[in-house]
């Protein structure tokens, strides 16, 4: 079985640049998780999808970020235009629904904005 | 109100010894599920190990076990016979239901860095 799929794997910008980052799911996987995480730090929950909805944002910066789940499969989250504090991690993941269903991360999006 | 707690920022521990990383949690659902994930340097997240609130038994993998008090609201991971490949983050996060019932969160803990000593 594929597992999480996310590109690029680093990206190095400046700040107020634009920048993109894909995911695509384990096949099957209804929700889809966006998280950041900051170095020495847990993850933080960004965005989650069930399907293509959203089931919640209240941690996403809306002012500069946005994330979309096109058809209910793959992902893109943007930020524009990036600040220094958006350096970190950004990981990917996806899960069964489910109280018992663990969730399964990608590799991870290292973003460096100098 | 942080939902996981992880009080250890650091641990040591002798290799072939045990070790107990801490994990508490608050929720006021009966219906959730406790995680433990693992980190190396590398990056990548990984699975260890799950407790569902309802389990009576605690969960074991392997060299791995939880030890869940759930009255207490813990769920502490166990490493038996540490190996130096268990060097890493731990993460404890926990699955519960979004008011409304259908959909799930998965809430990560700040993470414990364990260094096992040859």
């Known amino acids: 079985e594929a597992g999480v799929a996310q590109s690029p794997r680093y990206k190095i910008i400046e700040k107020r640049q634009s920048v993109a980052f894909w995911c695509n799911p384990i096949?099957?996987?209804?929700?889809l998780y966006w998280y950041q995480q900051i170095l020495g730090q847990g993850p933080k929950l960004l965005i989650q999808?069930?399907?293509?909805?959203?089931?919640?944002d209240s941690q996403l910066p809306k002012d500069r970020f946005s994330a979309e789940r096109l058809k209910g499969v793959d992902s893109t989250l943007k930020i524009q235009p990036a600040k220094l504090e958006d350096s970190a991690v950004y990981l990917c993941?996806?899960?069964?629904?489910?109280?018992?269903?663990?969730?399964?991360f990608g590799q991870g999006t290292r973003l460096t904005v100098v | 109100a942080q939902k996981i707690t992880q009080t250890q920022p650091g641990m040591f521990v002798q290799e072939k010894e045990a070790v107990t990383l801490d994990c508490t949690y608050d929720t006021s659902d009966q219906s959730y599920g406790l995680f433990w994930y693992k980190q190396p340097s590398s990056g990548e997240m990984i699975f260890l190990i799950y407790?569902?609130?309802?389990?009576?038994q605690n969960a074991t993998e392997g060299r791995y076990s939880l030890n869940f008090q759930k009255a207490r609201k813990s769920a502490n991971l166990v490493i038996s016979a540490s190996q130096l490949g268990d060097s890493a983050m731990y993460f404890c996060?926990?699955?519960?239901?979004?008011?409304?019932?259908?959909?799930?969160?998965?809430?990560f803990g700040k993470g414990t860095l364990l260094t096992v000593n040859p």
């Open positions: 096949s099957g996987h209804a929700t």
């Open positions: 407790q569902g609130s309802y389990d009576e």
């Open positions: 999808f069930q399907n293509n909805g959203v089931v919640d």
């Open positions: 996060a926990m699955r519960e239901a979004y008011s409304g019932g259908s959909n799930y969160k998965l809430t």
């Open positions: 993941a996806s899960s069964l629904a489910g109280t018992g269903s663990e969730a399964f």
